[in-house]
């Protein structure tokens, strides 16, 4: 039985690098028919703040991604001592003493010689004496795995097969003097007690992955997770996602008024072979392979996401939008409107043209078909049929054609150049705003009409 987990820091929002890691494994469990845990990785209790957490819940719900199961770290700080003193008990934990200035100096003399900085297991040869000795000085002691000799493999779903040998690796420490234990370890722990199959994440994890291995190995004969590390995704420049756009947090795009599917269907394909399609997340199930994702770094593209963000407006009916739209708008306007939105934010905009006020913009120098129309302004009831008949007229009236004609009409009853079909906004605007906005485009050019 496949288990995949998405294992968060609660020490900030869901941004859109994690956001896409959470939902790889959510469409990975869902096409194995298997689970999905999301694990909340809050050992780090000073950073971390119960707001991000329920923010996290929030965020991943808003995307339509379930999990079955929850876990948190910090509800198990017993297992992870437990845990610890079983490698302690065999010797491959064992307790170090050097403050940050004795490493420093020791990693620049090893640099100095052309050697990787590579911790010199000085703690692991203390004798029990000199052990003894720095406990009575008052020092207490923080602690590290002792690593195999040899290498860790993996075939890496996604990168490929990977060897690194750890002798090339510094003895992580796994527990800090405090008797606080750091991620790597809980990590582990959890996803050997979790029968974790999977271990899908970003590439900037990968340097763990030899060191986690083994200490798994250490920890349980149960088989070792696959792993499957995703490039991370850069901004326009090459610049890694972290920094810049994947800090964007889902918070600011569902203000910008991104749809929940636009970000799930671009995030889904991204760095794939598949071109992104405005699809719902069983079709996105159902599509998805984990050998899709090519090794290298995949490029955020806004635009694409504000397209497929287009394209999904264009099939949403009114029910599904009707809470977020202005109040008071009906489904003849998401009708008329939904095609020429970029983002959902946008229909205030058309709605305080159809219902409300607005400022005309600066107009160009007077243009005969304002008082034309005002002048052949048909009665109501209006209809979608009633812009042809009348701007024939116009048209007539004045020798206007195409663009000279539609331009300045548009311009007078939307204060807009482009926009959704003037046949369907027309009946929505109704008679009395068409005539005092072409009343006033008239009296604003000054000019007797
Ligand atoms: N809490 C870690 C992170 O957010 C989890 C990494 C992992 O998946 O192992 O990066």
Redesign the pocket.
């Known amino acids: 039985m496949v288990k995949v987990?998405f294992?968060?820091?609660p020490t900030g929002y869901l941004h859109v690098g994690?956001a896409r890691?959470a939902l790889v494994n959510y469409l990975f469990a869902r096409r194995e028919g298997g689970r999905l845990l999301l694990r909340l990785?809050d050992t780090d209790t000073e950073r971390g703040r119960p707001e991000f957490e329920q923010g996290l819940y929030d965020d991943l719900r808003w995307l339509g991604i379930e999990w079955d199961e929850n876990a948190k770290q910090s509800e198990r700080f017993a297992r992870y001592e437990e845990v610890a003193d079983q490698l302690k008990a065999t010797g491959r934990l064992y307790p170090c003493f050097e403050g940050e200035d004795e490493l420093a100096s020791k990693r620049a003399a090893l640099v100095k010689r052309k050697l990787p900085p590579i911790y010199d297991r000085g703690a692991l040869n203390m004798t029990a004496e000199q052990r003894a000795t720095a406990e009575a000085n008052g020092k207490r002691p923080y602690w590290r795995f002792k690593l195999s000799d040899g290498a860790a493999s993996w075939n890496d779903l996604v990168l490929g097969s990977r060897n690194i040998r750890l002798g090339t690796v510094s003895d992580p420490v796994l527990i800090r003097a405090d008797g606080s234990p750091l991620?790597t370890f809980t990590?582990v722990v959890d996803d050997a007690d979790m029968d974790i199959t999977h271990?899908i994440?970003?590439e900037d994890?990968v340097s763990?992955t030899a060191v986690q291995i083994d200490l798994f190995q250490a920890i349980t004969k149960k088989p070792v997770p696959r792993f499957a590390h995703l490039p991370l995704i850069s901004g326009g420049d090459g610049e890694k996602l972290s920094k810049r756009i994947g800090s964007i947090s889902l918070k600011s795009l569902r203000k910008d008024g991104i749809e929940p599917g636009a970000i799930t269907s671009y995030l889904a394909r991204l760095g794939t072979n598949k071109d992104p399609a405005p699809l719902p997340l069983p079709e996105l199930v159902a599509s998805f392979s984990l050998s899709d994702f090519s090794r290298s770094t995949p490029r955020f593209d806004a635009r694409q996401l504000v397209a497929l963000n287009r394209k999904l407006l264009h099939h949403i009916e009114f029910d599904a939008v009707k809470d977020r739209l202005p109040e008071g708008a009906t489904p003849k306007f998401w009708n008329a409107i939904r095609d020429n939105i970029d983002m959902l934010t946008e229909a205030r905009r058309w709605w305080e043209v159809v219902a409300g006020e607005f400022i005309l913009p600066a107009l160009p120098a007077h243009i005969p078909v304002w008082r034309a129309a005002l002048d052949s302004l048909p009665p109501e009831p209006w209809d979608e049929a009633t812009w042809k008949p009348w701007s024939t007229v116009i048209s007539e009236a004045t020798g206007a054609k195409g663009r000279d004609l539609f331009q300045p009409l548009r311009l007078a009853l939307t204060g807009e150049e482009h926009g959704p079909e003037m046949a369907k906004l027309l009946p929505l605007i109704g008679r009395e705003l068409v005539a005092r906005r072409l009343a006033s485009c008239v009296a604003a050019d000054g000019t007797p009409g």
């Open positions: 987990r294992a968060p820091s994690n890691t990785d991620y990590s271990i994440r970003g994890h763990n």
